[in-house]
Each structure stands twice: as structure tokens, then as C-alpha cells.
């Protein structure tokens, strides 16, 4: 088989799994509120990504020992298994421990192809444009995940979105099975030692490792808590709720690149970073303004919210990058570790402010939260 033809399948495979799991991500959150309760959500979201913490360290051995394909198909057998339970069960513990579950086994599906792709990277030298590509897709595969919901779900029968994210893994099973390239895993060059001091050493490396581990916060606080806030607080039904997030994903397509030209010619990453931490944490004060508000009031509102992370995503990634390389695997683990730290802490605030606040309100809080992007941005050393 040739290269050409395994970076195409890594493409749809990539695309497939993306896909599978944003057809639930957003509606997860509901499902586990019906059972549990919206104080109760986060909870289970804590347990799944301190789990997928450890997963993180744990999967590269596994993967080297066994084989990436084959520890692949093992997990996408499961995620399957585990979703058609989703559909079916009737029981709050089973919800409970199911949804535990799916995230844990979603995130090591993600590391396996990350490992996969890093492989590729590695082995064709094309390390930007298959980053920018995969970009692209992972943006395209939430596009149209939420767009799923318009059509998927009706009112709370969630069921229907599980079942169509396990039929979407059947073709990705297959790739794995067959048609995914087999590589060979190096072992790893750095250790965690070397990880620690590299972050004392470099003020900057420390800088935008925080504010992205703020905007990782973001992203699991929209995910979990804003489709509960727009369903069963505002009212909107799941057809306009999945077009709203569609339009919210425009400005991770339209801005970045942008972003990223800006920063290389006029201004550099630390006045865009600031910028983004204001324009998100305005978003969120104004969310109790909001209720009751129409629906393109919200649109408005998410729109504006998803300019400043995607500023903040761009700035993140590019600064980052431009102080580590291929030879810093242990400092781009450690790097990728701060998506399940910020799934721990983001609904733990929210659980917390949830004790003494309506679900609207805690939106405040969690816009004070994205203020400590400024200061943190300030420590950054820029690039211009």
C-alpha cells in the first residue's frame, strides 16, 4: 500500500473519530442531567478525565507492546459496546459509570492515532501541513457533529445519537483492523525529570502552557454546561441548539489562520492572547444578562465567545510549538495532559459554584476564571 494511500485513510480515520464523538459530546451532559441532576454532572466528567489522565501516561507502552492497530481495535470494540449500553439503559449508575467510561476509552482512541500520525509526520517530514490539515478536519468533524443534533435528537430521546456514534465507529473498526498502517513505536527519549526542568527554565514555556490549560477549562465547561443551560434552562429544542454550535465552530475556521498571519507580521502572541482571554471572559458576564434573550441573541453570544478561544487556540499552539520540537516528546505528553486536567477542573468549579449559584449566574464566575489569562499572558516572552 502506499504512503499516499495511508495518510488518506489516517484523513477519514481521523475524521470518523472525531465525528463519533461529537455526535454525543454535546448532548452527554443533558442524558447524565436527567438521571442525576445538573449539580451532579460534573462528577462524573471528574472521574472519567482523571482516569484518561493516567490513560495518557499509561497507552504509550501499551500501544508499543502490542501494537497500535491492535490496541486500537480492542478499544474501538468497547467504545462501541459502551455506547449501544448508553442506548439502552434505564439506570442512573449505569448512566453514570457508562458515560466514566466512553470519555476514557474516547480519549485513548485519540492517543492512538495521535501515535499514528506522529509516525507518519515523522517518517513523510511534512510536520505543518499535516498538522494544518488534521486541524482542519478536527474542525469540520465538530461542524458537522453539531450539525448532526438538528436531525438526530428529539426533545431527551439521547439514545439515537449513541446509536448513530457506535454506527459511525463500524468503518473505523475496519481501518483498523486492515487498513491503518502498522508502525513502530520508539521508545521514549525524555523523562519526566527533563519535563520539569525545561518548564523552570523557560518562563515562556511555562506561560502559555497555563493559558492554555485555562483554555482547555473553556472548552470542557462550554461542552458540558451550555447545552444543559440552552435545553433545559432556555428552552431551545436540539435542532436549533445544533445549528447554534454550528455557528459557533465558524470562527475556529474563519479566524485562525488569520490569527496566526497577525501574529507572525505585526503584533506576536501575547497582545492576541490577552485580547482573547478579554473578549471570553466578557462572553461569560454577559451570560445571566441573557436569559430569557432570543435566539440569535445566543447565536451572537457564542459566536463572540468562540472568536476569543479560537485567538487563544491559535496563540497557544503556535507559542508552544516554537519552544519545543520532535526530540520533547515528554514535553508535548505533558502538554496534551492539560485536556483531561482541564475536563477535572472545569466541572469541579462548576459543581462547586452550582451549590450556591443557578446554573446562569456560575457563567460569572467562570468569566473571572478566564481573567487570569491576562497575567499570565503579560509573563509570556513574545516572539516580536
Same mark, same amino acid.
Given at each position: 500500500?502506499? /504512503? $499516499?494511500?495511508?495518510?488518506?485513510? #489516517?484523513?477519514?480515520?481521523?475524521?470518523? %473519530?472525531?465525528?463519533?464523538?461529537?455526535?454525543?459530546?454535546?448532548?452527554?451532559? /443533558?442524558?447524565?442531567? *436527567?438521571?442525576?441532576?445538573?449539580?451532579?454532572?460534573?462528577?462524573?466528567?471528574?472521574?472519567?478525565?482523571?482516569?484518561?489522565?493516567?490513560?495518557?501516561?499509561?497507552?504509550?507502552?501499551?500501544?508499543?507492546?502490542?501494537?497500535?492497530?491492535?490496541?486500537?481495535?480492542?478499544?474501538?470494540?468497547?467504545?462501541?459496546?459502551?455506547?449501544?449500553?448508553?442506548?439502552?439503559?434505564?439506570?442512573?449508575?449505569?448512566?453514570?459509570?457508562?458515560?466514566?467510561?466512553?470519555?476514557?476509552?474516547?480519549?485513548?482512541?485519540?492517543? +492512538?492515532?495521535?501515535?499514528?500520525?506522529?509516525?507518519?509526520?515523522?517518517?513523510?517530514?511534512?510536520?505543518?501541513?499535516?498538522?494544518?490539515?488534521?486541524?482542519?478536519? /478536527?474542525? $469540520?468533524?465538530?461542524?458537522?457533529?453539531?450539525?448532526?443534533?438538528?436531525?438526530?435528537? &428529539?426533545?431527551?430521546?439521547? *439514545?439515537?445519537?449513541?446509536?448513530?456514534?457506535? =454506527?459511525?465507529?463500524?468503518?473505523?473498526?475496519?481501518?483498523? #483492523?486492515?487498513?491503518?498502517?502498522?508502525?513502530?513505536?520508539? %521508545?521514549?527519549?525524555?523523562? &519526566?525529570?527533563?519535563?520539569?526542568?525545561?518548564?523552570?527554565?523557560?518562563?515562556?514555556?511555562?506561560? =502559555?502552557?497555563?493559558?492554555?490549560?485555562?483554555?482547555?477549562?473553556?472548552?470542557?465547561?462550554?461542552? =458540558?454546561?451550555?447545552?444543559?443551560?440552552?435545553? /433545559?434552562?432556555? +428552552?431551545?429544542?436540539?435542532?436549533?441548539?445544533?445549528?447554534?454550535? !454550528?455557528?459557533?465552530?465558524?470562527?475556529?475556521?474563519?479566524?485562525?489562520?488569520?490569527?496566526?498571519?497577525?501574529?507572525?507580521?505585526?503584533?506576536?502572541?501575547?497582545?492576541?492572547?490577552?485580547?482573547?482571554?478579554?473578549?471570553?471572559?466578557?462572553?461569560?458576564?454577559?451570560?445571566?444578562?441573557?436569559?430569557?434573550?432570543?435566539?440569535?441573541?445566543?447565536?451572537?453570544?457564542?459566536?463572540?465567545?468562540?472568536?476569543?478561544?479560537?485567538?487563544?487556540?491559535?496563540?497557544?499552539?503556535?507559542?508552544?510549538?516554537?519552544?519545543?520540537?520532535?526530540? &520533547?516528546?515528554?514535553?508535548?505528553?505533558?502538554?496534551?495532559?492539560?485536556?483531561? $486536567?482541564?475536563?477535572?477542573?472545569?466541572?469541579?468549579? !462548576?459543581?462547586?459554584?452550582?451549590?450556591?449559584?443557578?446554573?446562569?449566574?456560575?457563567?460569572?464566575?467562570?468569566? $473571572?476564571?478566564? #481573567?487570569?489569562?491576562?497575567?499570565?499572558?503579560?509573563?509570556?516572552? &513574545?516572539?516580536?
Amino acid at each position: 500500500m502506499t /504512503s $499516499l494511500f495511508h495518510k488518506s485513510i #489516517l484523513h477519514v480515520g481521523n475524521f470518523l %473519530a472525531l465525528y463519533h464523538f461529537y455526535v454525543v459530546a454535546y448532548v452527554t451532559s /443533558s442524558f447524565l442531567a *436527567y438521571y442525576v441532576g445538573v449539580e451532579y454532572v460534573g462528577y462524573v466528567f471528574i472521574a472519567s478525565s482523571v482516569v484518561s489522565a493516567l490513560v495518557l501516561y499509561a497507552a504509550p507502552p501499551i500501544f508499543r507492546s502490542f501494537g497500535t492497530r491492535n490496541v486500537l481495535t480492542l478499544l474501538v470494540i468497547a467504545e462501541i459496546a459502551t455506547l449501544l449500553g448508553l442506548a439502552v439503559t434505564t439506570n442512573w449508575i449505569a448512566a453514570a459509570v457508562l458515560v466514566a467510561i466512553q470519555g476514557t476509552l474516547t480519549f485513548a482512541i485519540f492517543i +492512538g492515532i495521535d501515535l499514528l500520525i506522529e509516525a507518519s509526520v515523522k517518517t513523510e517530514q511534512v510536520t505543518g501541513r499535516v498538522r494544518t490539515l488534521f486541524l482542519i478536519i /478536527s474542525n $469540520l468533524a465538530v461542524l458537522l457533529g453539531a450539525l448532526s443534533l438538528t436531525f438526530v435528537v &428529539d426533545g431527551d430521546q439521547y *439514545y439515537r445519537a449513541f446509536v448513530t456514534s457506535a =454506527i459511525v465507529l463500524l468503518p473505523f473498526l475496519a481501518f483498523s #483492523l486492515w487498513l491503518f498502517p502498522r508502525v513502530s513505536l520508539p %521508545a521514549p527519549t525524555s523523562e &519526566d525529570g527533563s519535563v520539569i526542568a525545561q518548564f523552570r527554565a523557560n518562563k515562556s514555556l511555562r506561560a =502559555i502552557t497555563l493559558a492554555h490549560f485555562l483554555l482547555q477549562i473553556f472548552f470542557a465547561w462550554m461542552a =458540558i454546561y451550555s447545552p444543559i443551560l440552552l435545553f /433545559s434552562y432556555e +428552552g431551545f429544542s436540539w435542532a436549533e441548539i445544533g445549528t447554534l454550535l !454550528a455557528i459557533a465552530m465558524l470562527p475556529y475556521i474563519i479566524f485562525e489562520y488569520p490569527f496566526g498571519v497577525i501574529a507572525d507580521t505585526w503584533l506576536g502572541e501575547k497582545e492576541i492572547l490577552i485580547a482573547g482571554f478579554i473578549v471570553i471572559a466578557l462572553s461569560m458576564f454577559m451570560v445571566p444578562l441573557f436569559a430569557g434573550a432570543s435566539y440569535w441573541w445566543w447565536a451572537g453570544l457564542f459566536v463572540l465567545s468562540r472568536i476569543g478561544a479560537a485567538a487563544v487556540e491559535a496563540m497557544t499552539e503556535v507559542h508552544f510549538f516554537r519552544h519545543v520540537s520532535e526530540r &520533547d516528546a515528554a514535553t508535548i505528553t505533558a502538554f496534551r495532559t492539560l485536556r483531561p $486536567l482541564g475536563n477535572i477542573i472545569g466541572p469541579l468549579i !462548576a459543581s462547586l459554584t452550582l451549590m450556591h449559584l443557578p446554573l446562569h449566574a456560575t457563567f460569572f464566575i467562570f468569566g $473571572l476564571v478566564m #481573567l487570569v489569562g491576562i497575567p499570565v499572558s503579560l509573563a509570556l516572552v &513574545d516572539s516580536k
